[in-house]
């Protein structure tokens, strides 16, 4: 069955240096992935989309790499702030067909310590 | 842009009730809707998916039957939870997709709570 893992445990890390967070998935070939930042209580923000035939993608402060031979997709946040402090979820999608599905990893929780 | 919002943002309701949950895109039009769950500590779930002017979509084990959804026009889904029990208390969560991209963008979320 498909599998998508993320982190499982919590990631620790100080202001300014660059946390990575990993989604590994099985089972699967995705047509592009996708990063969301969630609060607690809150609704997923879209962060960024990558699709199969990209390598990386940059936004500000953020890059995405998507590996489709390892099956594995890395998240950077270069020069942490505390506001980065959140849950982040990788979610894989199969380039729409007739319906756009996003399957969800269970998310990392990130603490960006001052 | 492309902003969702959801009403209400959390709801408690007797056990047997229904509820009814709003999905609106505000800014653009929404050609599929997404019905989500997620349980504390716990990654979304997709429910069902929603196209304006057709039936709804659900995944494995989503009774069709209680979780009643709505696509009446191309900028509100509304998902109802009929006879509401204890352990359909949950957060849910909508998403929307505006014409021919792949961006899912998602609404606040309604906790509800089911006494």
């Known amino acids: 069955s498909q599998k998508i893992e993320q982190n499982s445990e919590a990631l620790n890390i100080q202001e300014g240096k660059t946390a990575t967070l990993t989604c590994n998935y099985t089972?699967?070939?995705?047509?592009?992935l996708q990063w969301y930042r969630q609060d607690p209580g809150r609704g997923p923000v879209f962060l960024l989309l990558?699709?199969?035939?990209?390598k990386e993608k940059r936004k500000e402060r953020l890059k995405v790499t998507f590996d489709t031979t390892l099956k594995q997709s890395l998240f950077h946040i270069t020069a942490s702030q505390p506001a980065d402090s959140a849950t982040y979820l990788c979610?894989?999608?199969?380039?729409?067909?007739?319906?756009?599905?996003?399957?969800f990893g269970t998310g990392t929780l990130l603490a960006v310590q001052p | 842009g492309a902003v969702v919002s959801q009403h209400p943002s959390w709801v408690i309701c007797k056990s047997g009730t229904s509820v009814k949950i709003e999905c609106r895109s505000l800014?653009?039009?929404?050609?599929?809707m997404f019905w989500y769950r997620q349980f504390p500590k716990q990654s979304l779930m997709l429910m069902a998916t929603?196209?304006?002017?057709?039936?709804?979509?659900?995944e494995q084990g989503v009774e069709k039957d209680k979780f009643l959804i709505n696509h009446a026009s191309l900028t509100l889904s509304t998902l109802t939870v009929t006879s509401a029990h204890p352990e359909d208390s949950s957060f849910y969560i909508c998403?929307?997709?505006?014409?021919?991209?792949?961006?899912?963008?998602f609404g606040p979320g309604t906790r509800l709570t089911v006494l």
């Open positions: 998403s929307a997709i505006a014409g021919h991209t792949d961006t899912q963008y």
């Open positions: 089972n699967y070939s995705p047509a592009y």
């Open positions: 990558i699709r199969e035939n990209e």
């Open positions: 979610a894989l999608g199969d380039g729409g067909g007739a319906t756009n599905k996003l399957i």
């Open positions: 800014d653009f039009q929404a050609t599929t």
């Open positions: 929603s196209n304006e002017g057709s039936k709804a979509t659900y």
